[in-house]
């Protein structure tokens, strides 16, 4: 039987993401440890820029502050309740200022993947 797992806010642990852990940082919330499909996740980005290639189909919800997705010469520029779609294979920058996003992607085992590749 599967069980639903319940991510308190007290009790989420954040991590350093990209070169500052001052200005970003995420916490993993759903791997292939609990999911053999989907993984997600919070992520909080303030005066940075992280440039990053997506492996994966990318789902991104703004839950506070101002979140940037740079792609290209595009900018997508988001407030809470604002959602993305980004595709695998997207060349991106992960922007914010004061930003708290919710993140969802697919493959959740995209790491494995890449390597076998």
Excluded at 21 to 40: F, K, N
Excluded at 86 to 106: I, Q, R, S
Aim: include cysteine; hydrophobic fraction near 40%.
């Amino acid at each position: 039987m599967v069980e639903v797992v319940h991510f308190k806010r007290s009790e989420r642990v954040f991590e350093p993401y990209g070169d500052d852990p001052r200005r970003a940082t995420i916490s993993r919330l759903v791997g292939p440890e609990l999911s053999t499909t989907m993984g997600a996740g919070i992520a909080r980005f303030d005066a940075c820029s992280i440039a990053w290639t997506v492996l994966y189909d990318e789902l991104i919800v703004t839950l506070e502050g101002r979140f940037r997705l740079r792609v290209g010469e595009e900018v997508f520029d988001t407030v809470p309740g604002d959602v993305l779609w980004v595709p695998k294979g997207t060349e991106l920058a992960y922007e914010g200022e004061g930003a708290t996003v919710f993140y969802a992607l697919d493959p959740v085992d995209w790491r494995t993947r890449t390597i076998k590749a």
